[in-house]
Nanobody
Framework: QVQLVESGGGLVQAGGSLRLSCAAS????????MGWYRQAPGKPRELVAT?????NYADSVKDRFTISRVNAKNTVDLQMNSLKPEDTGVYYC???????????????WGQGTQVTVSS
């Protein structure tokens, strides 16, 4: 199995910055995709940014957030600048990976970290 450990998050004023980090460990054969999703109260979980060879961002965070992945360490960070109150939510690390013993790919999620942006 794969374990994801997230760090970062917290409370910041609008216009501020935060950095989220996620480290994957376990019986990982190959990580296909690493990324971040978020969920605001009363709303469905939504994609923020992913890295799978190329990067993909939600329109709402383009030019403000940057995803960076270090394959050798199985880590992915999310640098969030110019934060807005609407960025508030629980941010989840996401990994799609194959594990030893199978060639099937599975989705794994972190426990989530709270990001709160005050106006």
């Amino acid at each position: 199995q794969v374990q994801l450990v997230e760090s970062g998050g917290g409370l910041v004023q609008a216009g501020g910055s935060l950095r989220l980090s996620c480290a994957a460990s376990g019986s990982i054969r190959n990580i296909i995709t690493m990324g971040w999703y978020r969920q605001a109260p009363g709303k469905p979980r939504e994609l923020v940014a992913t890295s799978a060879g190329s990067t993909n961002y939600a329109d709402s965070v383009k030019d403000r957030f940057t995803i960076s992945r270090v394959n050798a360490k199985n880590t992915v960070d999310l640098q969030m600048n110019s934060l807005k109150p609407e960025d508030t939510g629980v941010y989840y690390c996401y990994v799609k990976a194959t594990i030893y013993g199978t060639f099937l790919a599975y989705d794994y999620w972190g426990q989530g970290t709270q990001v709160t942006v005050s106006s």
